[in-house]
């Protein structure tokens, strides 16, 4: 093996900055995922039972977008964040705290795609350059489904 490449044969310096930008990502994710569950048990209104199956489908999608990532993170030869206060300090996406309308909700997760696929972009671009085809490939997967979710979401809240 040479010197400056991983176990995988890429980069090491170009390696651990799409680590750097994962663990970003997964922090994002993390919080994204706690305000998902807020919704799912606080939401109340006339679609309760549409919006609770929903949020609950979303949060496990993302359980296993956070385990994707950081066993990604693994691969790259990084450590992934796990605590919360790592997760806080590092996402763009902020906490929310008792949001039981729906639309706020979904608006909320929403802003939060949008986010989630800033960042997504980003590492994608940085993994062409590195040849990171494992990365790129999670990333394009996360990006055309997120891209859909956001269409769905913003015909539910008629924009």
Known sequence: MKH????????TELSQKISQNLNTLLANYQVLYMNTR??????????????HLKFEELYNNFQIKIDDIAERILTLGGTPLHSY???LKTSSIAETTNISNGKEAVK??????????IIQRSILSLASDAND???????SDNIREQEKMIWMFSSFLNN
Not at 38 to 51: A, D, P, R, S, T
Not at 133 to 139: F, H, V
């Open 38 to 51: 807020g919704f799912h048990w606080n939401i109340k209104g006339e679609k309760f039972f549409e919006l």
């Open 108 to 117: 909320a997760i929403v802003e939060s795609f949008q986010t989630i696929i």
């Open 4 to 11: 400056n490449l991983t176990s995988i044969g890429l980069n």
């Open 85 to 87: 206060s790592d997760y």
């Open 133 to 139: 085809e494992g990365t790129n490939a999670l990333m």
